[in-house]
């Protein structure tokens, strides 16, 4: 059940090819009970979903922290949820981050990668995660299935998109969270108006589920689009590149 990535292009493309060489099935610890992703996001007002992110592709290196410490100001500051990237090649991430960011925070936790292979689902679940990120541009036709085995290991799937048709794709697999990426993963470009265009026309039609606005939040004044449409909103860069993360997030959605 491996998606067909010679199909994907740009940094996408690069970058879920290699992850996809180093997926080598193990012994796994025994999973843990977990708060649901869900039903935080699904909190009255913008939730919002702080992310973990030492660097990016777009950005190189953003800062050295501490992912427990990182999460637990993100705790403070009223995040309702927390996102750890695990890809280690360009994001600098690592599941041992997730694994010390769930023994920091009780927050429900999203695994942050290029899922391209079903091993990488119990990863997640083993590792404490309550959700993973499902890219409709890697998986295509498979988004389907991959939702089903995350369903069936009790996590939340956060269905990413970028374009009407992925977003057809998402709808027809049966998403119950919906992500709209402002960024074009294969050219790295964001466009803040993705997210709302997106989902409206998911919301047209009749998506009923939890919608999710990622990348490329900034201000305050960003966020306003979203009001009424969105139930949370996924922020790395902009709260990582301040030195108070706590207040930054404060300041954000306060
Ligand atoms: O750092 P930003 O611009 O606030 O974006 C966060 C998040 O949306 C972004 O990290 C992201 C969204 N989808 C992804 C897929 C893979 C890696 C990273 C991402």
Redesign the pocket.
């Known amino acids: 059940m491996r998606p067909d990535l010679a199909r994907v292009p740009g940094v996408l493309g690069e970058i879920a090819r290699r992850r996809a060489l180093e997926v080598a099935p193990y012994p796994l610890p025994e999973a843990q009970a977990v708060p649901s992703f869900k039903e935080a996001l699904l909190r009255p007002g913008l939730s919002v979903i702080a992310?973990v992110?030492k660097q990016?592709p777009s950005e190189g290196r953003i800062r050295e922290v501490d992912p427990a410490e990182a999460a637990l100001a993100y705790a403070r500051g009223g995040a309702r949820a927390i996102s750890v990237l695990t890809e280690p090649h360009r994001?600098g991430g690592s599941l041992l981050d997730l694994k010390r960011v769930r023994e920091a925070v009780d927050l429900p936790l999203l695994r942050?990668d290029?899922v391209v292979d079903p091993f990488m689902l119990e990863e997640a679940r083993a590792f404490g995660a309550s959700a993973v990120?499902l890219?409709v541009a890697l998986l295509g036709e498979l988004t389907g299935a991959y939702l089903e085995r995350a369903r069936a290991l009790g996590l939340d799937a956060l269905v990413?998109v970028h374009t009407e048709k992925e977003l057809e794709i998402a709808l027809e697999a049966g998403a119950e969270i919906l992500g709209v990426?402002n960024?074009d993963?294969a050219t790295l470009r964001i466009d803040l108006a993705t997210a709302p265009r997106l989902g409206r026309l998911a919301r047209d039609r009749g998506f009923e589920g939890v919608l999710v606005a990622?990348?490329?939040?900034a201000r305050k004044e960003d966020l306003r689009p979203l009001a009424g449409l969105f139930d949370a909103v996924?922020?790395?860069?902009?709260l990582m590149k301040s030195p108070d993360l706590e207040g930054a997030l404060r300041e954000l959605v306060g």
């Open positions: 992310e992110k990016s994001f942050k290029f990120l890219i990413e990426n960024r993963l990622e990348s490329g939040y996924l922020i790395g860069t902009s």
